[in-house]
T-cell receptor, first 124, second 108 residues
Framework: EVQLVESGGGLVQPGRSLRLSCAAS????????MHWVRQAPGKGLEWVSAISWNSGRILYADSVRGRFTISRDNGKNSLYLQMNSLRAEDMAFYYC??????FGSGSTSYMDVWGKGTTVTVSS | DIQMTQSPSSLSASVGDRVTITCRAS??????LNWYQQKPGKAPNLLIY???TLQSGVPSRFSGSGSGTDFTLTISSLLPEDFATYYCQQSYSGPPITFGQGTRLEIK
């Protein structure tokens, strides 16, 4: 069964850091780009970051660039999101998402597997 | 950035109705357009990719069309399990990869 399981969410004070992890199983992890997508309470979906299959192409939303770092360990079938300098507006449900292709965009790109998500709460 | 605008933002319909949701891109994105369904408390689920290709396992009452800047998602005959929020997403260029604001489909 294809599965993505996020962990690492929780309550953190503004300005502090948090690291999210995503464990992948049931597919060849190192063949696909991966994304983080978030959803603030009661709001729509917001793409956060993407990483290509070999980490050669990394993309960020403007809202997180310079504060968040996406990475992956293909040997461990794992995706990560290091979140620094957290703000109230980063509070959201964070989803780990598999892309359909190597690079994370283009005509053959779509988000075909989603994890259940993990909650990040930023509050003093 | 490519902006994605869905209409309507919310929609009330009855079981058996045919409904259409529209997604407009701020510039041409060819057919690099995907549709997702999200039910309350659940992760989104891919319905359609490349504007009109049905994802495996998705019922045939769902269909997508369009190219360039204008796209539609149609549900031919609503079932109770179709009441959810629907999002379009462009994969033409990034960053950022952008979603529409969502269309909430409610039971009339």
């Amino acid at each position: 069964e294809v599965q993505l399981v996020e962990s690492g969410g929780g309550l953190v004070q503004p300005g502090r850091s948090l690291r999210l992890s995503c464990a992948a199983s049931g597919f060849n992890f190192d063949d696909y780009a991966m994304h983080w997508v978030r959803q603030a309470p009661g709001k729509g979906l917001e793409w956060v970051s993407a990483i290509s299959w070999n980490s050669g192409r990394i993309l960020y939303a403007d809202s997180v660039r310079g504060r968040f770092t996406i990475s992956r360990d293909n040997g461990k079938n794992s995706l990560y999101l290091q979140m620094n300098s957290l703000r109230a507006e980063d509070m959201a449900f964070y989803y780990c998402v598999k892309d359909s292709n190597h690079f994370g965009s283009g005509s053959t790109s779509y988000m075909d597997v989603w994890g259940k998500g993990t909650t990040v709460t930023v509050s003093s | 950035d490519i902006q994605m605008t869905q209409s309507p933002s919310s929609l009330s319909a009855s079981v058996g109705d045919r409904v259409t949701i529209t997604c407009r891109a701020s510039q041409s994105i060819s057919t690099y357009l995907n549709w997702y369904q999200q039910k309350p408390g659940k992760a989104p689920n891919l319905l359609i990719y490349a504007a009109s290709t049905l994802q495996s396992g998705v019922p045939s009452r769902f269909s997508g069309s369009g190219s360039g800047t204008d796209f539609t998602l149609t549900i031919s005959s609503l079932l109770p399990e179709d009441f959810a929020t629907y999002y379009c997403q462009q994969s033409y260029s990034g960053p950022p990869i952008t979603f529409g604001q969502g269309t909430r489909l409610e039971i009339k």
